[in-house]
């Protein structure tokens, strides 16, 4: 059973239909990839599932665990268990990042999320103690943005994960990282979705399922084999 | 003690001060004072007084007479304080506490250890009554010349603290006043004087409130402050008063040669403030810091600011300022440097801050630096915003709700300055922060 439908997705951004009819189905326990070309609309349907008032849901329907999402605001469906990590986080100042995460953790929930020991212990496994009294991603270079981000998802384990360009901007030790993080989640039931332009993050996470974009539409889908095939050859082979 | 007609005359002057058993000094002052409020103009800036008629107001009230033990209060002013935690904080975390209803101190405590080294804290009737040599610091920093509200101040004024610092005593942890206006149409015109003496530090925090009414009251306390050589002050006013408050307050201290003094303040309530607590800096290597932060709600204008006078060489200053503004209200930050030609070496930096939280906000911020030699250093830094929606959003798509996220974006902004004021005090300001948010977003 899919924890995640999206069924002929139809989105604008500022007037301008981005996403033409997606489909996608996403498995507990299992890691997906989303790839795509620049401007096929990767990062429009992330935004759009987590519920972004700027991206304009005109037709389709999204389902978490069989509840419809898309007449709920961001924090309830983040409630619900659906989380994203931003490709570009912003820098919130004065914001702690403890103090943040303390409040995302309890509105989670006990049961999913003890503050205390998730914390320390997702801060330990992200490789990120020294960022614990830190101001919410201020002044954190690229890749220490990308690890918050996913160290965020990894401590509220949430149902389903879509991580939106993960590995962009990281060095080779932080991308080996970052896949063990995505394995582990899956491994514990999360559903992951990894958007990327690139196949080399798989190396270390094989996907179950590789959904490609084109044009606001999947136009392919297949096994990891894709993803390589696209790495060799680029998106030139999906697009007849 | 009663004074028998509260209005605005030359006999309830003299009844005031006949009352208080006040040397010939202070009853010619007050008159003399008195003579200048009458003669001065109300100030030409900032926010509208048409509305606040200083002949309706009550100029002498005491509801609740002195007691030794918190227990002995009358059971709403009890209450109040308690809800306040006034008895907790004078347990756990305060060095002495001053508490004065209306017009007149009701409760006042010291340590026994600071009162053995020396420590003066006491009511500022009592020290004009005791030491003769008050009258050599009393409205010599703010004389009443300088504005119409510091001559009212000084021909009323009832209540206050006086506090002296020996030589080299640091007292190590706050001492407290809390100001609590109950009567309706009441004014309060408490008066502090602090003289830290060489060496010697303290921090000195003012508390006030008020319980809402129709009519119009005004608070115009006055605070001077003398840090001589090598001295620390900090001064930290929360201020919460109601939205039918006048605050119009007149606040300066002189800093020394390597003296300090800082300035914290946190202007939450009321219906107009005027605050510009200045540093004058006389002695080389002085500094002052000013800390401000204003959260104007609807139908408030909040006029602050604060203002440092460099007048001798190596003196610091450093102004900054946050404020947050919801609702139909306005807030307007005056940040003055004047740097004087013998103040050679000076540094000074100015930063002001808005948040805009509502279409209808107003601000406003007039920053005035002037420096008359070459060898200064002036930054000046201002912005002003509105909440970012991305920053929203993110926040909300890890599962806050609209308020929350609100609220943690706004504890943000304002944290520079709320880091440093004392920890329980801020715990009470981001409850009234979160309680207002709270009320925008429903």
Redesign the interface.
Same mark, same amino acid.
């Given at each position: 059973m899919p924890i995640l439908t999206v069924r002929d997705l139809h989105v604008r951004v500022a007037g301008k239909p981005v996403l033409q009819g997606v489909d996608l189905e996403l498995e507990p326990g299992q890691v997906h990839a989303l790839m795509g070309p620049n401007g096929s609309g990767k990062s429009t349907l992330a935004l759009a599932l987590?519920?972004? @008032?700027a991206y304009e849901v005109t037709r389709g329907q999204v389902f978490l665990d069989g509840q419809d999402l898309l007449g709920s605001? @961001?924090?309830e %469906?983040? %409630?619900a268990g659906l989380?994203?990590a !931003?490709q570009y @986080? @912003?820098e #919130? &100042?004065? #914001?702690r990042l403890r &103090? !943040?995460l303390r409040?995302?953790c309890s #509105? %989670?929930g006990q049961k999913f999320c003890d503050f205390q020991k998730a914390f320390p212990q997702a801060l330990t496994r992200l490789n990120m103690e020294e960022f614990r009294d830190r &101001?919410?991603n201020l002044g954190f270079s690229g890749g220490e943005k990308k690890r918050a981000e996913l160290m965020?998802l990894y401590m509220?384990r949430p149902k389903v994960a879509l991580l939106d360009e993960p590995d962009s901007g990281v060095d080779v030790d932080a991308l080996r990282l970052i896949a063990e993080v995505i394995a582990e989640m899956a491994e514990t039931g999360t559903a992951v979705l990894v958007i990327t332009h690139y196949p080399r993050v798989f190396t270390h996470v094989p996907p179950a399922r590789v959904f490609v974009l084109w044009q606001g539409k999947i136009v392919e889908q297949g096994g990891s084999e894709l993803a390589w095939k696209i790495g060799e050859l680029g998106f030139e082979v999906v697009r007849k | 003690m009663r004074v028998s007609a509260a209005r605005l005359s030359r006999d309830f002057v003299e009844e005031l001060s006949w009352e208080k058993n006040e040397p010939a000094w202070m009853r010619a002052h007050r008159l003399r004072c008195l003579e200048i409020f009458e003669k001065l103009p109300m100030p030409r800036f900032g926010p509208d007084l048409s509305e606040l008629d200083l002949g309706d107001l009550t100029y002498y009230a005491r509801p609740v007479e002195p007691v030794r033990r918190w227990e002995d209060l009358p059971e709403e002013i009890r209450r109040t304080f308690q809800a306040l935690g006034l008895p907790e904080a004078e347990q756990k975390v305060l060095a002495g506490l001053g508490a004065q209803v209306d017009s007149e101190e009701v409760y006042r405590s010291l340590l026994a250890n600071l009162r053995a080294k020396g420590v003066i804290f006491t009511s500022m009737e009592q020290a004009v009554r005791e030491f003769p040599w008050v009258q050599e610091y009393f409205m010599k920093i703010i004389p009443p010349e300088d504005n119409k509200f510091a001559a009212l101040h000084g021909a009323v004024w009832s209540g206050g603290t006086f506090v002296w610092i020996p030589e080299g005593v640091e007292v190590e942890i706050p001492l407290q006043a809390y100001y609590r206006m109950q009567t309706e149409g009441v004014g309060q015109f408490e008066h502090t004087l602090i003289i830290a003496e060489a060496g010697s530090s303290v921090h000195y925090i003012e508390g006030c409130s008020a319980p809402r009414y129709s009519q119009m009251s005004l608070h115009s306390g006055m605070v001077e402050i003398y840090a001589k050589e090598e001295a620390r002050v900090r001064f930290t006013t929360i201020q919460n008063w109601a939205k039918n408050v006048y605050n119009l307050n007149n606040k300066r201290a002189w800093a020394y040669a390597g003296a300090r003094v800082d300035w914290v303040s946190g202007s939450l309530g009321s219906r107009v403030t005027m605050l510009y607590p200045t540093t004058v800096l006389l002695g080389k290597g002085a500094s002052t810091e000013n800390l401000s932060f204003t959260f104007a709600q609807e139908g408030m204008w909040l006029d602050t600011g604060a203002r440092a006078i460099h007048r001798a060489p190596e003196t610091t200053s450093r102004l900054v300022s946050r404020s947050v503004v919801q609702g139909r209200a306005k807030s307007v930050f005056r940040g003055t440097v004047h740097v004087a030609p013998e103040a050679r070496g000076a540094k000074a930096h100015v930063e002001c801050s808005t948040l805009l939280l509502s279409p209808e906000a107003r601000t406003e911020t007039i920053p005035v630096l002037n420096a008359e030699n070459d060898e200064v250093e002036l930054g000046h830094e201002a912005t002003v915003g509105r909440v970012s929606q991305e920053h929203l959003f993110y926040l909300m798509s890890r599962g806050l709700d609209e308020s929350q996220a609100l609220s943690l974006i706004v504890n943000g902004f304002v944290s520079p300055i709320l880091k440093e004021i004392p920890l329980e005090y801020a715990v009470e300001l981001r409850r009234l922060l979160e309680m207002s948010f709270e009320r925008a977003v429903a």
């Open positions: 987590a519920g972004h @008032p605001p @961001p924090h %469906r983040a %409630r989380l994203l !931003f @986080p @912003p #919130v &100042e004065g #914001v &103090e !943040f409040l995302a #509105v %989670r &101001e919410l965020q509220l | -």
